[in-house]
């Protein structure tokens, strides 16, 4: 069974920092692209950041450009996505997704996690 999990989310305060980390079971992550993406309630579902197969290219949205770092470990098979200076417009759910494009639109991705809730708060 082709299966993407994501941990590390929780509430934090603003200011601070939190890292996800993406596992993959059933599959190999380094075949595919990761994005993360995170929806926050009542809003349409945003993408974060993504990472190309191999690590060697990365991008980030504009509004977490800076703040947000996506790495990962083909070894390990796990993705992280690092956040810090969290700010309360970060709170969302938070997933990850497995692509074969190069591309931030959820619609391309083939896997989806279940999400992890993110909450900045003081």
């Known amino acids: 069974q082709l299966q993407l999990v994501e941990s590390g989310g929780g509430l934090v305060q603003p200011g601070g920092s939190l890292r996800l980390s993406c596992a993959a079971s059933g599959f190999t992550l380094d075949d595919y692209v990761i994005g993360w993406f995170r929806q926050a309630p009542g809003k349409e579902r945003e993408g974060v950041s993504l990472i190309s197969k191999n690590g060697g290219s990365t991008y980030s949205a504009d509004s977490v450009k800076g703040r947000f770092t996506i790495s990962r470990d083909n070894a390990k098979n796990l993705v992280y996505l690092q956040m810090s200076s969290l700010k309360p417009e970060d709170t969302a759910v938070y997933y990850c997704?497995?692509?074969?494009?190069?591309?931030?639109?959820?619609?391309?991705?083939?896997?989806w996690g279940q999400g992890t809730q993110v909450t900045v708060s003081s």
């Open positions: 997704a497995a692509g074969r494009y190069y591309v931030m639109t959820s619609s391309w991705y083939d896997y």
